[in-house]
């Protein structure tokens, strides 16, 4: 992966996702316990590594509005927290080729980003929450603002409009 340049998208909120053993026999529950435990060791390595990493999720693997534990996981195993960040922005953007258009804040650049109090580089776990996301803007839209943070005439027009 490295010599290619190839990225890792480990879908650690799916791999780490341990069942509770009552719910399922116990023949599946040993299994994934030793391929969480698996993936944990190979995912930690690459991180050490330097393979580039994209953040992404499985959808319905997990609750609906939670897939930022994907974040928290990448640090947890290794990665720091603006390393987390980059890989759900740039990275992700970079990996499906739309970076011309989406990941970071540029001008002429469609604006998805989420607003919240609380800072990531010191608790990226907090993102994971739905309710520590005040905000959020998709495509340069206010679609969301719980705590009424932002004017409508402050969010910009996007491209286009």
Avoid at 120 to 126: E, H, M, Q, V
């Amino acid at each position: 992966m490295l010599a290619k340049g190839t990225f890792l998208v480990p879908t650690l909120s799916s791999a780490l996702r341990v069942p509770d053993p009552k719910d399922v026999p116990a023949y599946l529950y040993e299994k994934k316990v030793r391929w969480s435990a698996i993936a944990r060791e190979r995912v930690a390595t690459a991180l050490q590594a330097g393979v580039r990493v994209a953040m992404g999720t499985d959808a319905a693997v997990c609750p609906h509005g939670v897939n930022l534990k994907e974040l928290g996981h990448l640090v947890e195993l290794g990665m720091s927290p603006m390393g987390a960040i980059v890989a759900g922005t740039r990275n992700a953007a970079t990996l499906m080729r739309l970076d011309d258009h989406i990941s970071t804040l540029e001008a002429g650049k469609l604006a998805d980003l989420v607003v919240t109090e609380v800072d990531p580089l010191t608790d990226i776990w907090s993102l994971a929450d739905p309710a520590n996301i005040g905000a959020i803007i998709q495509g340069g839209r206010l679609v969301k603002d719980l705590k009424g943070w932002l004017a409508p005439d402050t969010v910009p027009t996007p491209l286009g409009a």
